[in-house]
């Protein structure tokens, strides 16, 4: 994630609200090549008139050319860094058609590279790690360059690391020809669901989701203690079940949230921070969540219901630990919530935009029902862009009477896809097209629907970018075997005991991702780590979202930490502080993971649906003992002491072994007796 994502305003002046400040040559080829881009995604989903493989070719086309756009953007007035960019940029897309040019002639050389394939691929990967260099910086790319070192040279490095040498074209040919490196598993959810639900998310942005969802969390929790820091929480937790992007959620709710905390009395700091934990949940917030959800459930080659099922109570645990933590900072600062008049009621904002909800309610049923991503994603943006284009010929309907028919007779036609296919759809978008051209505020939407698609691509870019460079890591490990090297060695390291192998995941998760995206910390811990934890005992869904869990709480964390470094800018905080205030609102967090190894039913992968409730009541009184002792305060500030008996009682809790629940129960029982009672005495004397 490059620092202008971080911002909120792209190189090329294309603000998270999709809009075009420049009007120069540079943008107009940017805003056009987005178009074609959403286009071609659109087309591909909706008819799949290619292979697998040029499919995804032609996506790291797209995205290389974005990313040497944007730079070409930022180049006016320099001539030579303009033309470099465009030259580099034109390059890129027109090597990424030789798979599609030459698909049956690479198919009979299977194994055997040409001297123009090796060519070819040289320079096709030399060209993503120069893009992934100038969107995010050196630390992934060069990460990536360990790898391909190591493919490159390992054979010198002494047993158990070293491998028994591979060639140049080899390692060309497992980098680029084939599904094991930069066209790999990543890159193919990139191309297929993640651009489809970016764009999803994009689409109900711009018809005014935000909106919707900031009124329902004012509605709801803005009168209570710490009001429009819940909010910040609630708002945060609702769009991350649509765009499934921390970044992305603190650059958009962060311009509401944030300064609405400031104003009632929040520290600019403690502000940011809740916006980033807030976030970065967004990324196991099912239904949409983020990209490591799809490249998860094609990597352990099961349904993307049964990841949405193992994240659901995860994620609603680490959104109630947030707002636990909210209340309990509230407390003890003296914070209270927004006046009950000025907050809108969120009956009526539903009823006023209830048609938003729509296309989100069929996505979560087309999911839950075993439709695949692919599927249930094509009918969400389907409807997404039927209810948008919709709503304002609606809106020219007098009469309630009158607009129920409409909808009514929209929804039953559009039904007809299940029966006679995606014409139907196309059809109805067309018709629905045409009819906004002459009605008022249709000329509107029709603008809106164009940002929505180029800012979904804008997007898609350093999510599909990441995606593609960490092929070359996969490449390297599937080549070399490096996974069970490193294996071998953290089970000498760990000396078999599953507490201290899940410490050091943790360690190695949160150092990671301090400085790479939240998909390659993913696909590197899981592919080293997760088969020992599954060797383990651990299952494999729950090892996997161990990491996941952890590549996400990086984010958070100094020195580098994406997200709290967006929040501080919009904050106008400093980095660090709101930074670790981020790993302090989101410390309670840290318990589920290990909760859910220890007692997989937290994830809902085995045991009753008793089981599943009862880890559930022990993991909300171990946050909540953990959030207390975190800020130091329940009914009245804790003196230290106290704190240390919260956290035993925690511990206990978590350990999951034949005693310590007992233990953890006790122990939270007489904990909470006796505070509330300290709390009581100090309470009528200050009275």
């Known amino acids: ?66 990313v040497f756009a944007l730079y070409a953007a930022m180049g006016r007035g320099n001539p030579v860094r303009v033309v470099t960019a465009w030259a580099l940029g034109g390059l890129s897309f027109a090597l990424s058609l030789y798979h599609l040019i030459y698909e049956g002639d690479l198919v009979q050389r299977s194994g055997d590279p040409s001297t123009t394939d090796l060519v070819v691929g040289t320079i096709m990967v030399a060209l993503v790690f120069e893009a992934a260099r100038r969107l995010m910086g050196w630390a992934l790319p060069l990460l990536c360059l360990v790898f391909v070192a190591y493919a490159a040279f390992g054979e010198v490095l002494p047993s158990p690391l070293g491998h028994r040498g591979y060639g140049f074209d080899q390692i060309v040919n497992q980098y680029f020809l084939g599904t094991e490196g930069i066209f790999g598993i990543p890159c193919y959810v990139s191309a297929t669901y993640i651009f489809l639900f970016i764009l999803f998310g994009s689409f109900l942005e711009q018809a005014g989701m935000i909106r919707l969802f900031t009124d329902v969390a004012l509605g709801t929790v803005g009168h209570t203690k710490g009001g429009p820091a819940k909010v910040a929480v609630v708002t945060s937790g609702l769009m991350g ?120 309610a069929a996505l979560v049923y087309l999911l839950l029902a075993g439709f695949t991503p692919m599927f249930s994603g094509t009918v969400g943006l389907a409807l997404t862009a039927i209810v948008i284009l919709g709503s304002s010929i ?27 296919g995606i014409n139907v759809v196309v059809g109805i978008v067309a018709a629905l097209i045409a009819i906004n051209f002459f009605v008022r505020g249709g000329r509107e939407t029709m603008r809106m629907t164009v940002r929505g698609l180029v800012e979904g691509a804008r997007s898609a870019v350093p999510v599909g970018v990441a995606c593609t460079l960490v092929g070359t890591i996969i490449g390297t490990m599937t080549l070399t075997g490096i996974a069970g090297s490193f294996t071998q060695g953290l089970v000498s390291m760990s000396g078999g005991s599953l507490f201290l192998t899940l410490v050091l995941t943790m360690i190695a998760s949160l150092i990671l991702g301090m400085g790479i995206p939240t998909i390659p910390t993913y696909i590197i ?114 003196p230290l002491w106290e704190r240390g008996v919260a956290v035993a009682a925690a511990f206990l809790l978590v350990a999951a072994v034949p005693w310590t629940d007992q233990a953890g129960f006790a122990l939270s029982a007489v904990f909470i007796a006796w505070h509330w009672m300290r709390a009581r005495r100090v309470a009528s004397l200050g009275a």
């Open 525 to 638: 811990t899981s592919s080293l780590v997760a088969p020992m934890l599954f060797k383990m005992g651990v299952p494999l869904v729950v090892s996997h979202m161990y990491v996941f869990y952890f590549g996400i709480l990086a984010d958070l964390t100094p020195p580098v930490g994406l997200a709290a470094f967006a929040a501080a800018s919009i904050a106008r905080a400093q980095f660090f502080t709101t930074g670790w205030w981020a790993v302090r609102v989101a410390m309670a967090g840290f318990v589920v993971p290990f909760m859910a190894v220890y007692d997989p039913s937290l994830m809902m992968v085995s045991g009753s649906l008793f089981d599943t409730a009862y880890v559930v009541i022990k993991a909300m009184l171990a946050i909540g003992l953990w959030g207390a002792a975190t800020i130091g305060f329940l009914w009245a500030p804790m």
């Open 1 to 66: 994630m490059s620092q202008h994502e971080e911002s909120g305003v792209d190189p090329a002046g294309i603000d998270t609200k999709g809009e075009v400040f420049g009007h120069g040559v540079e943008s107009r080829g940017l805003f056009w090549i987005a178009i074609a881009f959403s286009a071609f995604q659109i087309v591909t989903a909706a008819y799949s008139p290619l292979s697998s493989l040029p499919v995804r070719s032609i996506h790291v086309g797209f995205l290389l050319l974005m």
């Open 394 to 420: 609606a809106a020219n309907i007098g009469g309630m009477a009158g607009r129920m028919v409409f909808w009514a007779v929209l929804g039953v036609a559009s039904s007809a896809f299940f029966k006679l």
């Open 241 to 360: 079940t649509i765009n499934g992007s921390g970044i992305a959620n603190v650059v958009t709710t962060g311009q509401l949230t944030i300064p609405l905390m400031k104003r009632f009395g929040y520290r600019a700091e403690f502000a940011g921070a809740v916006e980033a934990t807030a976030s970065m949940g967004g990324q196991i917030m099912p239904p949409v969540m983020g990209a490591v959800a799809f490249i998860m459930a094609e990597t352990l080659n099961i349904s993307y219901a049964e990841v949405c099922k193992a994240a659901a109570i995860p994620a609603l645990l680490y959104y109630a630990s947030a707002i636990w933590m909210v209340h309990l900072e509230a407390g003890i600062a003296g914070l209270h919530g927004m006046p009950k008049d000025q907050c809108p009621s969120a009956l009526k904002a539903l009823k006023r935009q209830w048609f938003l909800m729509v296309p989100l």
